[in-house]
């Protein structure tokens, strides 16, 4: 029997837009209660107007998961409103699509602190309330970059794969516990992602724009599959055909896939 999610009390971060704001969406209307997290204050206060008709609770928590002061305060207050955490999804996440040698270090930096270690801080101060709870979940967003490398994606591949690693040894940690860990590998998604972070120019930025407003799958029927896929307990949460094939080649023809990149880069080329 899957669990029911009515009353569970979801911690989502990245939840002003995008991917974090439809599984908010999905999740409350499976009946759970939110506390949304994000640095952006006005799409949260968007995000939970267009929420606000049922009888679940929303709250909404203006932070910067790449600062630890940040969460450690935030939970408290999720704390102190909700009384309880059962479900946290680590999705916030910056992109840069530039070559390496072109990117300034700095830019290297800050996004790997709002991708990796914003989901290594809300883990670390969540973790302890989720083991309080018979059934809880730990959900980590990643991509299909971290399963490959990418011409113009060296920041954020690695920042992912540096999450794909971390929670794929947590999974082995908490196996003996009433915690459930979820990775989910999401499809091409038109969630602004690209329009609002660093390009190497303007051109290739809508290049790649066109793709995911061409190719994406809607956000809302994404949420939904990834929603349900949670409630299974399924650890690998791979969305749409694509990814499937994506994540196959990359574990069992690594070498093959990644010449294949190379040699076809300008086809692939968003840089």
Request: hydrophobic residues 40%.
């Amino acid at each position: 029997m899957r669990p029911n999610l009515k009353n569970k009390t979801v911690v989502i971060t990245g939840a002003a837009n995008g991917l974090g704001k439809a599984l908010a969406n999905e999740f409350y209307r499976q009946g759970s209660h939110l506390a949304l997290i994000d640095v952006d204050l006005n799409g949260l206060e968007r995000a939970k107007s267009e929420l606000e008709t049922n009888e679940q609770k929303i709250t909404i928590h203006h932070a910067d998961v790449s600062i630890e002061k940040d969460i450690a305060t935030t939970r408290l207050e999720v704390l102190n409103n909700h009384k309880r955490i059962d479900i946290l999804v680590n999705n916030a996440a910056i992109s840069i699509s530039q070559n390496f040698e072109q990117m300034e270090l700095v830019d290297y930096k800050k996004l790997f602190d709002i991708n990796f270690w914003g989901t290594i801080h809300c883990t670390k101060y969540f973790l302890p309330d989720l083991r309080n709870q018979d059934n809880s979940w730990i959900v980590n967003v990643i991509s299909d970059f971290a399963l490959m490398g990418f011409p113009g994606k060296t920041a954020y591949s690695s920042s992912k794969s540096g999450v794909l690693g971390f929670t794929n040894a947590l999974k082995t940690e908490l196996a003996d516990t009433n915690i459930k860990v979820c990775l989910v590998i999401p499809p091409p998604l038109n969630t602004g992602l690209v329009k609002n972070n660093k390009h190497i120019d303007d051109k290739k930025r809508e290049s790649e724009a066109r793709f995911l407003e061409k190719n994406g799958l809607p956000l809302d029927q994404t949420a939904k599959r990834i929603v349900k896929q949670i409630r299974r307990g399924k650890y690998r949460i791979i969305i749409g055909t694509m990814m499937f094939w994506i994540d196959l080649l990359s574990r069992l023809f690594p070498t093959r896939l990644h010449r294949l990149i190379g040699k076809n880069k300008k086809r692939f080329d968003f840089t």
